[in-house]
């Protein structure tokens, strides 16, 4: 037992260690990596990331997967967009956003537990639905998000801030709102009847349900949870980037899931942590800044990415191995 407590600790302090060392190998491999411009880089790369990976680390603990993040965010964005142009005002946009998320997620939910359609299956369907309505809805027309007040909230901290703040000028609100939310999420996640849920169907699904909780329910809920997360993300990728383009998205919950991956968030279920899904994200985009500023290709970035990904599933599989064969001892 004791070798197994040791392996645990080990194993959390494994993601905050590769941040580490990523954030000093670049700080020494490229001087470009030292300015205050690549932090501003990174954390602006992490808001949409970080958020759906928040909301999918609930639906990988419970042993599931959504692969719609990327085009649940975008067809909420596509929808408010349209609605912007009938004359909308920009809050109400956003809610719409959040809300087409939401339903995504809900029938993501619907038909995981209800219909018992396999994860992976349902929410792949489910993303190429949703990236082709956001083309039908749109007339396949780029949306922009150009309201000044509306990327104030949620980019940068205007130029004309308080003297006395006058540090924060043109510094990424963002990350205050991510943090909020981390918050949010890891009280619902570890201190709510639901978190518990959570882990329990992720460890025993079978047993979860024969002990009297309603599964079906919850679980419906989880995904639901993850489509409002995706629709957050929504704001803050408009804020950073304007322009949203029909047809894209497909390829983005990659990102957030090897970020919960990388966190130490168990693919087979069971485990995991926001606090690791965080540190995850934060690699993920310290990683992808990080080989762009050394002058290597899209295809580099991706390559490594995915050996980390594969490094850090394996990784897992040998937890899981090691567990069961204590469990058997």
Same mark, same amino acid.
């Given at each position: 037992?004791?070798?197994?407590?040791?392996?645990?600790?080990?194993?959390?302090?494994?993601?905050?260690?590769?941040?580490?060392?990523?954030?000093?190998?670049?700080?020494?491999?490229?001087?470009?990596?030292?300015?205050?411009?690549?932090?501003?880089?990174?954390?602006?790369?992490?808001?949409?990331?970080?958020?759906?990976?928040?909301?999918?680390?609930?639906?990988?603990?419970?042993?599931?997967?959504?692969?719609?993040?990327?085009?649940?965010?975008?067809?909420?964005?596509?929808?408010?967009?349209?609605?912007?142009?009938?004359?909308?005002?920009?809050?109400?946009?956003?809610?719409?956003?959040?809300?087409?998320?939401?339903?995504?997620?809900?029938?993501?939910?619907?038909?995981?537990?209800?219909?018992?359609?396999?994860?992976?299956?349902?929410?792949?369907?489910?993303?190429?639905?949703?990236?082709?309505?956001?083309?039908?809805?749109?007339?396949?027309?780029?949306?922009?998000?150009?309201?000044?007040?509306?990327?104030?909230?949620?980019?940068?901290?205007?130029?004309?801030?308080?003297?006395?703040?006058?540090?924060?000028?043109?510094?990424?609100?963002?990350?205050?709102?991510?943090?909020?939310?981390?918050?949010?999420? !890891?009280?619902? =996640?570890?201190? %709510?009847?639901? &978190?518990?849920?959570?882990?329990?169907? #992720?460890?025993? @699904?079978? /047993?979860?349900?024969?002990?009297?909780?309603?599964?079906?329910? !919850?679980?419906? =809920?989880?995904? %639901?949870?993850? &489509?409002?997360?995706?629709?957050?993300? #929504?704001?803050? @990728?408009? /804020?950073?980037?304007?322009?949203?383009?029909?047809?894209?998205?497909?390829?983005?919950?990659?990102?957030?899931?090897? &970020?919960?991956?990388?966190?130490?968030?168990?693919?087979?279920?069971?485990?995991?942590?926001?606090?690791?899904?965080?540190?995850?994200?934060?690699?993920?985009?310290?990683?992808?800044?990080?080989?762009?500023?050394?002058?290597?290709?899209?295809?580099?970035?991706?390559?490594?990415?995915?050996?980390?990904?594969?490094?850090?599933?394996?990784?897992?599989?040998?937890?899981?191995?090691?567990?069961?064969?204590?469990?058997?001892?």
């Amino acid at each position: 037992m004791l070798n197994t407590e040791r392996n645990f600790d080990w194993q959390k302090l494994l993601a905050p260690m590769v941040l580490i060392l990523m954030i000093a190998f670049f700080y020494i491999a490229t001087p470009n990596a030292r300015s205050i411009n690549a932090l501003v880089n990174v954390l602006n790369a992490s808001y949409f990331i970080g958020f759906m990976a928040l909301g999918v680390t609930f639906v990988i603990i419970t042993g599931g997967i959504d692969l719609s993040l990327g085009t649940t965010m975008m067809c909420g964005l596509l929808v408010g967009g349209v609605a912007l142009r009938w004359g909308w005002n920009i809050w109400s946009v956003l809610a719409l956003s959040i809300a087409v998320a939401t339903f995504i997620g809900l029938l993501n939910g619907m038909m995981v537990a209800y219909l018992r359609l396999p994860p992976f299956i349902a929410t792949l369907g489910t993303q190429m639905m949703g990236m082709g309505f956001g083309a039908i809805v749109t007339k396949v027309t780029t949306m922009r998000y150009t309201d000044q007040s509306f990327k104030q909230l949620f980019y940068k901290f205007p130029n004309n801030f308080a003297d006395n703040l006058s540090f924060l000028r043109g510094f990424p609100i963002g990350i205050v709102w991510l943090l909020a939310a981390f918050i949010v999420a !890891w009280v619902i =996640l570890n201190r %709510t009847r639901f &978190g518990r849920y959570v882990f329990a169907m #992720g460890s025993n @699904y079978e /047993a979860a349900r024969l002990s009297g909780i309603n599964t079906r329910f !919850w679980q419906m =809920l989880v995904y %639901t949870l993850c &489509g409002f997360f995706c629709g957050c993300a #929504g704001i803050f @990728y408009s /804020a950073v980037y304007t322009t949203i383009i029909p047809s894209t998205g497909n390829g983005l919950e990659l990102l957030a899931i090897a &970020g919960v991956v990388i966190g130490g968030t168990s693919m087979a279920g069971g485990t995991g942590s926001l606090t690791g899904t965080l540190i995850g994200v934060f690699t993920m985009s310290t990683l992808r800044l990080g080989l762009m500023l050394m002058g290597l290709q899209g295809h580099w970035q991706t390559f490594m990415t995915g050996l980390i990904v594969v490094g850090a599933v394996l990784l897992d599989q040998y937890r899981v191995r090691r567990a069961a064969a204590v469990r058997k001892i």
